[in-house]
């Protein structure tokens, strides 16, 4: 689909008069930050900041806006830019998702206005634990996104690589593991209910074969994209922090600790050549 989008440059942001209402943040998670901090000015006192990103942000998102201006977004569609301005969605209408959470009383209520818009491009509802829904989204992303753009290959393409789909279920199994050790529950994401994960040992074999069936076949995913354009990539905030967290419990994530040191070094090397 293609429209008229108005497109502001950072450095012409300050020449904004009006605040906004709605503000989906859409950063890298490694910018959330800043990013924020850049963006607050601008949103309406009683505005409402999306956080739609990968990994854990939406508490430094709190601790930035303030818990009743903040809501938890999980985005499960996926899409890559090859141009500026030309997207390319890999995830038909269908089969994207998104859930929209509160990480407090003060914001109840307010996440239907939410669904309502991102129900014009997939599927979107409430979810009740928004912080556990983030690790379940955490969990496909360690398993998917840097273990695939390792390879140079589409999503499609690496799951069928000999051994491949093993790696990414023992990835996935560590995830769950350090979710649950920091209270994470086990909950449904994209469509699927509860009868989906009642087996624990099953969980990430349902999410893998979910998520690689929504894909469009040859699609990159944003790993990939990243070390195409010599960006580093989010995998220290996935990988990395699947490792981190079972360290600090006196446990190990040996394959998630291996993905994130085989990530930096790759994100170096090609920082370098660029």
């Not at 996926?78 to 990480?103: H, I, M």
Request: glycine letters at 10%; a negative charge.
């Amino acid at each position: 689909m293609r429209g008229p989008v108005r497109v502001v440059h950072l450095g012409d942001v300050c020449t904004l008069h009006d605040e906004f209402e709605i503000v989906f943040l859409a950063f890298k998670a490694y910018d959330t930050a800043w990013a924020c901090h850049f963006i607050e000015p601008y949103l309406a006192p009683n505005g409402l900041l999306v956080g739609t990103q990968n990994a854990m942000t939406a508490d430094l998102i709190a601790e930035i806006f303030g818990p009743d201006r903040t809501l938890g977004g999980v985005v499960e569609l996926g899409s890559q830019v090859s141009e500026p301005g030309v997207v390319l969605r890999n995830t038909e209408r269908a089969k994207s998702w998104f859930g929209v959470g509160s990480l407090g009383g003060s914001t109840a209520g307010r996440e239907e206005k939410i669904t309502e818009l991102l129900g014009n491009v997939g599927r979107a509802e409430v979810v009740p634990d928004v912080l556990s829904v983030k690790w379940m989204k955490l969990t496909v992303n360690a398993m998917m996104l840097a273990p695939v753009a390792m390879l140079g290959l589409a999503n499609n393409e690496a799951v069928e690589v000999p051994g491949m789909r093993e790696v990414m279920l023992r990835l996935g199994r560590e995830a769950m593991e350090a979710g649950e050790s920091l209270g994470y529950s086990t909950v449904p994401i994209k469509g699927l209910g509860p009868e989906d994960l009642v087996d624990r040992e099953s969980v990430p074999e349902v999410l893998l074969d979910e998520m690689h069936a929504a894909l469009r076949p040859g699609g990159h995913n944003t790993v990939l994209m990243d070390h195409l354009n010599g960006r580093r990539s989010e995998a220290a905030l996935t990988n990395g922090l699947v490792a981190e967290e079972l360290a600090r419990r006196g446990a190990e994530a040996t394959v998630n600790a291996a993905i994130g040191e085989i990530e930096t070094a790759v994100t170096n090397l090609d920082l370098i050549q660029v």
